[in-house]
Nanobody
């Protein structure tokens, strides 16, 4: 069983930046793909970004391309989401997730475990 703990959420003005972190334990972190999802108020959870086991491959939702960057530090068992040029529509609870395999392969990749989430609020 893996444990995922997110941190770094908060309140920020539109145009600002935040960096989310997700610390993982209980599983071989370096062999699995990781991802970030978010759930805006009143909406379903949606994919944001994913990164392969080595960090060599990344994927992003169209809505965040060019503004968000996912990265990982396998020595620290941590995955990050750097969010720049934030917009009010980025307001959501952000969740970290791990995948069963080493690569994210789109909608066929179903998360194995979820973190508890961290709130990001962007004021306009």
């Amino acid at each position: 069983q893996v444990q995922l703990v997110e941190s770094g959420g908060g309140l920020v003005q539109a145009g600002g930046s935040l960096r989310l972190s997700c610390a993982a334990s209980g599983r071989i972190f370096s062999s699995t793909a990781m991802g970030w999802f978010r759930q805006p108020p009143g909406n379903e959870r949606e994919f944001v970004a994913a990164i392969s086991w080595s960090g060599g491959s990344t994927d992003y939702a169209d809505s965040v391309k060019g503004r968000f960057t996912i990265s990982r530090d396998n020595a620290k068992n941590t995955v990050y989401l750097q969010m720049n040029s934030l917009k009010s529509e980025d307001t959501a609870v952000y969740y970290c997730a791990d995948f069963p395999g080493p690569y994210y392969i789109g909608s066929d990749s179903q998360p194995h475990s979820w973190g508890q989430g961290t709130q990001v609020t962007v004021s306009s």
